[in-house]
């Protein structure tokens, strides 16, 4: 059975903390990986990745996938209040059409 | 970038009642749309694929009866709650993707409607 486990499900950080989260996957005939971040309504697409060992980087975002482990991680450095929110990992097989998410990691920064 | 619209944000309606919601793509043509179910402080639970001109997959799971889906045109799918009852108060949210940047592309999510049945 396809499965996405996101970890852990829930962290609170202080401002300028540096943060990191958690992908692993089960899928037959992985096609992509994706990092979301949801606020109060619709997930807002942070990041996709296909190929072992390339970062991706926006600003104080970067991410990275390992396909022989199974894995992804997301890390935030210098995280800010505007950080809080659930961080969603997706993962798309086959043709690309069908996305699995994972339960998501609930981000909350302190001030 | 590729919008996706949702519409109506919210709504409210009693018990039997049926609800219809509707997802657009608004610049760019999808014979695909995604609809997901969030529980509260839940991860996306994917519902059913629409499929343009044919008739929709459900994951197992779903009611195909409760959960009708219509996918008319290229830009435009229905999701209708029929017979709404209180568990079906949740937060539906529909995707789809740009065709244009390929396979395994990234998916753009509507705003997302927030259904209560009373």
């Known amino acids: 059975e396809d499965k996405v486990v996101q970890s852990p499900l829930s962290l609170v950080v202080h401002e300028g903390d540096t943060v990191t989260l958690n992908c692993s996957y089960e899928?037959?005939?992985?096609?992509?990986l994706l990092w979301y971040k949801q606020e109060k309504k619709a997930p807002t697409f942070l990041f996709m990745l296909?190929?072992?060992?390339i970062e991706k980087k926006s600003g104080r975002l970067s991410s990275i996938l390992d396909k022989k482990e199974l894995f992804s991680i997301l890390n935030i450095t210098a995280t800010q209040t505007g950080d809080s929110a659930i961080y969603l990992c997706?993962?798309?097989?086959?043709?690309?059409?069908?996305?699995?998410f994972g339960t998501g990691t609930s981000l909350t920064v302190i001030p | 970038g590729a919008v996706v619209s949702q519409h109506p944000s919210r709504v409210i309606c009693k018990s039997g009642t049926s609800v219809k919601i509707e997802c657009r793509s608004l610049?760019?043509?999808?014979?695909?749309m995604f609809w997901y179910r969030q529980f509260p402080k839940k991860s996306l639970m994917l519902m059913a694929t629409?499929?343009?001109?044919?008739?929709?997959?459900?994951e197992q799971g779903v009611e195909k009866d409760k959960f009708l889906i219509n996918h008319a045109s290229l830009t435009l799918s229905t999701l209708t709650v029929t017979s709404a009852h209180p568990e079906d108060s949740s937060f539906y949210i529909c995707?789809?993707?740009?065709?244009?940047?390929?396979?395994?592309?990234?998916?753009?999510f509507g705003n997302g409607t927030r259904l209560t049945v009373t």
């Open positions: 995707s789809a993707r740009d065709p244009g940047t390929g396979n395994g592309g990234p998916l753009h």
């Open positions: 899928v037959t005939n992985f096609r992509s």
């Open positions: 296909t190929s072992s060992g």
């Open positions: 997706a993962v798309s097989r086959d043709t690309g059409n069908q996305f699995y």
């Open positions: 610049d760019f043509q999808a014979t695909t």
């Open positions: 629409s499929n343009e001109g044919s008739k929709a997959t459900y």
